[in-house]
T-cell receptor, first 116, second 115 residues
Framework: AQSVSQHNHHVILSEAASLELGCNYS??????LFWYVQYPGQHLQLLLK??????LVKGIKGFEAEFIKSKFSFNLRKPSVQWSDTAEYFC??????????????FGKGTKLSVKP | DTAVSQTPKYLVTQMGNDKSIKCEQN?????MYWYKQDSKKFLKIMFS???????INETVPNRFSPKSPDKAHLNLHINSLELGDSAVYFC??????????????FGPGTRLTVL
């Protein structure tokens, strides 16, 4: 069965620090990868996605992620965080198209707290 | 012009009651989902509906039943509510098909509290 692991449960950073959140998945075939963000009290919003092509994808708000197939990883990065980045971050994967294979499997989330 | 909307936003009820949560999307998507987010923020899929057909039901008690009157709506009915049902329930939608990558759009969530 597919699974997604996010290594960090809670990350605390000061403003302007660099961010890297780990995400690993377990599936040997073609995958589509996503990072979602959930600001306090709000719904999930898509930060970025990887389907194919350039393994370095850029998303909104200065976030980027790199897909490393050999490591089954899709880590999220941001060079300089802001207080407004305080949120819960979810990595998600789905395998293939349509049917039950198309459903998203989420990691358990990483809470990011940025100190002003 | 909200893409995915849910009502109500908050729902507080007693154990044993029956309740419903409504979801509507205006994105023209053909697949809708319900997720449960527990107190530890863990998101788990409960159901998905594609063209009025249930295509997944992950070990969810049969007290939970999705109802889709049309492609734009997927309501969640819960019978005999239990304390453990307290959570935030998110509706989502996507466009499937041969070239779909299943990017899902989420609603604002419904916080259900069972007393």
């Amino acid at each position: 069965a597919q699974s997604v692991s996010q290594h960090n449960h809670h990350v605390i950073l000061s403003e302007a620090a660099s961010l890297e959140l780990g995400c690993n998945y377990s599936y040997g075939g073609t995958v589509n990868l996503f990072w979602y963000v959930q600001y306090p009290g709000q719904h999930l919003q898509l930060l970025l996605k990887y389907f194919s092509g350039d393994p370095l994808v850029k998303g909104i708000k200065g976030f980027e992620a790199e897909f490393i197939k050999s490591k089954f990883s899709f880590n999220l990065r941001k060079p300089s965080v802001q207080w407004s980045d305080t949120a819960e971050y979810f990595c998600a994967v789905n395998a293939g198209y349509g049917g039950s294979q198309g459903n998203l499997i989420f990691g358990k989330g990483t809470k990011l707290s940025v100190k002003p | 012009d909200t893409a995915v909307s849910q009502t109500p936003k908050y729902l507080v009820t007693q154990m044993g009651n029956d309740k419903s949560i409504k979801c509507e999307q205006n994105l023209g998507h053909d697949t809708m989902y319900w997720y449960k987010q527990d107190s530890k923020k863990f998101l788990k899929i409960m159901f998905s509906y594609n063209n009025k057909e249930l295509i997944i039901n992950e070990t969810v008690p049969n007290r939970f039943s999705p109802k889709s009157p049309d492609k734009a709506h997927l309501n969640l009915h819960i019978n005999s509510l239990e304390l453990g049902d307290s959570a935030v329930y998110f509706c989502a939608s996507s466009l499937r098909g041969a070239r779909s990558y299943n990017e899902q759009f989420f609603g604002p969530g419904t916080r259900l509290t069972v007393l």
